[in-house]
């Protein structure tokens, strides 16, 4: 039997969530991801009993499936701010009832910035911020993935170490994971340009967090060099990482089953193009 590849984009969810499911299907998506809310709004809406039917239809009619949420921009579950951190949660455990709701297997989320705290003092609010949706996290099955990151600014996240920390913390409490970004951990330092080089950063992922908290990747050429800290998406291909290493994700055992997802910068008419070029490295291998 043929390994399902799962592969897409982060479509739009403009006038319904099931929207998001039939874009996918355009595109030749097996796979999406999308937000179940206005990601630039503390306020979200309640998922209502027409938008879930709805959302099943399309599910069934289409065939995706591994969809993944991301949560809100706006969140920042380490924030040194009373009144930010508050808006986080709050914002945060509403995502994750939609999640519910929907039945959507994976919410990614941005791990949080210091702004004006220490790394270590920012971990500790991540770890504190994710122990209090243990009851929720229980009502259903989606599993928190917490995003690797760029390095910019104060965010954390940006070394395997920092997600570590956190995973150690939570996992005997919530259902946790990692997303591994392309474009972010090349702009943090970790060279992804090769099959060689990549074996070594997933043996550093083994060994300091463990492959079997990985449970996706968002897929983005980078428009910076390595290390630079500055997270700038590329197409496939087209960036500072280069083909090989997209080759290397939809081939090796390893990875090969994990969903991923394009976040690349021009739409569905490049995601197109971009998951057929990524398709066709499976059936030519």
Known sequence: ?????????????????????????????????????????????????????????????????????HGSYLVNLGSPDPEILKKSRAAFHEELKRCHALKIPYL?????????????ECLQTIIDSLLQVEKIASDGKTRLLLETAAGQGSCVGYCFEHLAIIIKAVKHKIPIGVTIDTCHIFAAGYDIRSDEAWKNVLKEFDKTIGLDHLYAFHLNDSVQEIGSRIDRHAPIGKGKIGI?????????????????????????ELWKKEIALLKNFTEHK
Do not use: C
């Open 1 to 69: 039997m043929t390994q399902k590849i799962w592969i897409g984009a982060h479509t739009s969810a403009a006038g319904g969530v099931h929207n998001a499911v039939y874009q996918g299907r355009d595109i030749g998506a097996t796979t999406i991801q999308l937000f179940t809310s206005n990601q630039r709004q503390w306020l979200g809406h309640s998922i209502s009993d027409d938008e879930i039917a709805l959302w099943e239809q399309s599910l069934k009619e289409t065939g995706i499936g591994q969809v993944m949420s």
């Open 108 to 120: 990614n989320f941005h791990p949080g910035a210091a702004t004006s705290s220490t790394e270590e």
């Open 244 to 268: 090989d290493s997209f080759r290397f994700l939809m081939t090796d055992s390893k990875t090969r089953a994990l969903p991923k997802y394009l976040e690349t910068p021009d739409g569905p």
